[in-house]
């Protein structure tokens, strides 16, 4: 499993400061049979003239146009267009540490396993952390990460066969990753590397943010109504696919 074919989604907004840097540090570890598809959401600034140069000297980039509705809705557009089986989620400002998709490839030997987190290292903040890792306390457990999730995207790699069941449901809330960690872990099927396989830089413009006490409880909130929701909904195709009438006799 360690060299099997690799699917990187980014879903890119105006996010040209350090964008080459990341996708430099991704494709330097990725083979020819891999590919690195960049969903662009709208970008007004040199987002999209830096995936296309980019795109001119690395064979392994698909270029995306978004859907226009938020990075949420972006990488689940992205995600429908891998090819490969294992797929791993990607910020559009972090830099891959080498050796990570190595790392992470190698605990998909497992055929149980469903997603793989690792950790990562935050940087760049001038306010200085005690704790510079990403996942200090790894829980597991459908509860214990919708209370306090331990998921990041952009440490995260899963099988599309397992994420397929679920894609054709949209889902309401706000975070992708949170949601598609839950999923695992009612399967029973991650696993978590604690190597720090990321650098993760922290900005003025990062999208996660610490949000106040009532923001937090509605967004827990949104984020079981999607699990309940969407586990509903997978049953219930499951079902149908299942069921095979007998029609012998009818029509007689």
């Not at 409880?217 to 949104?222: D, Q």
Request: proline content about 3%; charged content about 25%; some cysteine.
């Amino acid at each position: 499993m360690s060299g099997s074919s690799v699917s990187v989604v980014m879903a890119t907004y105006n996010g040209e400061k350090y964008l080459k840097e990341q996708i430099e540090s991704i494709v330097s570890q990725l083979n020819e049979r891999d590919e690195l598809l960049i969903s662009d959401d709208g970008s007004t600034d040199g987002t999209v003239g830096i995936i296309r140069a980019c795109q001119s000297r690395y064979p392994q980039i698909v270029f995306l146009r978004g859907p226009g509705k938020g990075v949420f809705l972006n990488f689940f557009h992205a995600l429908g267009h891998c090819q490969n089986e294992i797929i791993y989620l990607s910020d559009q400002d972090d830099i891959w540490v080498q050796g990570k998709i190595e790392a992470v490839n190698a605990a998909f030997f497992d055929p149980s396993v469903k997603l793989v987190l690792h950790n990562g290292e935050h940087f760049g903040k001038k306010r200085a952390r005690t704790d510079k890792r990403m996942v200090p306390n790894y829980k597991s457990g459908v509860l214990n990460n919708i209370l306090m999730s331990s998921y990041w995207g952009c440490c995260m790699a899963f099988r599309r066969s397992f994420i397929e069941k679920y894609l054709p449901v949209r889902f309401r809330g706000i975070a992708h990753d949170q949601l598609i960690g839950v999923l695992a872990e009612k399967e029973r099927g991650s696993v978590f590397l604690d190597e720090n396989l990321i650098r993760h830089r922290e900005h003025g413009g990062n999208l996660t943010r610490k949000r106040p006490i009532a923001e937090r409880v509605i967004f827990r909130v949104r984020l079981l109504h999607d699990f309940t929701r969407i586990n509903v909904m997978s049953g219930r195709r499951a079902a149908a696919v299942s069921y095979k009438p007998d029609v012998r006799g009818i029509g007689k």
